[in-house]
C-alpha cells in the first residue's frame, strides 16, 4: 500500500493508504476468478444431474448467486476494500431470501420476503454508522 508523499509531508500519517493500480488489477482478477469458480461448480452440478440423474436443477444457478455474493464480501474484507460493500451485501441478503422462496417453491412461502425490509434498513443504518 502507498501513502501519497503530502500526506506524510503534512504530517497526515493517518491518511487511507491508497492501493496501487496494479495490486488492484490482481485483486479484481482474483475475485473474478474465484466467483468464476463457483459459477464452474453451478454448472458441472447441472450437467451431472442432466445426465445421470435425468434431473434439471435449475436451482443451482439460483444458489450460486448468493455464494458468488458471499466469495466477494469475503475478497472484500480480506483486502480492506469498502466501496461497494453495501450494496454486495444488500444483493446478498436478497438474493438468499430469494434462494429459500425458490428453493421451496410448492410451500409458497413469498412472505418470507418481507424479512428484507427491516434487515435492509438495518443494513443502511449499519453502513451509515461505519461510513
Known amino acids: 500500500m502507498c501513502i501519497r508523499d503530502s ?15 496494479h495490486l488492484r488489477k490482481k485483486y479484481n482478477i482474483i475475485t473474478l476468478l ?12 447441472y450437467i451431472f444431474c442432466n445426465i445421470f440423474a435425468g434431473l ?4 443451482a444457478f439460483c444458489w450460486a448467486v448468493p455464494v458468488s ?7 472484500d474484507v480480506i483486502w480492506h476494500r469498502k466501496r461497494l460493500f453495501f450494496l454486495i451485501v444488500s444483493a446478498l441478503m436478497w438474493s438468499l ?10 410451500y409458497n412461502i413469498w412472505i418470507i420476503l418481507g424479512i428484507g425490509v427491516p434487515l435492509q434498513a438495518a443494513a443502511l443504518l449499519w453502513w451509515r454508522l461505519v461510513k
Not at 34 to 45: F, G, R
Not at 56 to 59: D, G, L, R, S
Not at 97 to 104: G, S
Open 7 to 21: 500526506d506524510y509531508i503534512a504530517g497526515r500519517e493517518s491518511a487511507k493508504p491508497i492501493l496501487p493500480r
Open 34 to 45: 474465484s466467483v468464476l469458480c463457483v459459477w464452474l461448480t453451478a454448472t458441472v452440478i
Open 56 to 59: 434439471k436443477p435449475w436451482i
Open 69 to 75: 455474493l458471499i466469495v466477494t464480501v469475503v475478497f
Open 97 to 106: 431470501l430469494l434462494c429459500f422462496c425458490l428453493q421451496f417453491l410448492n
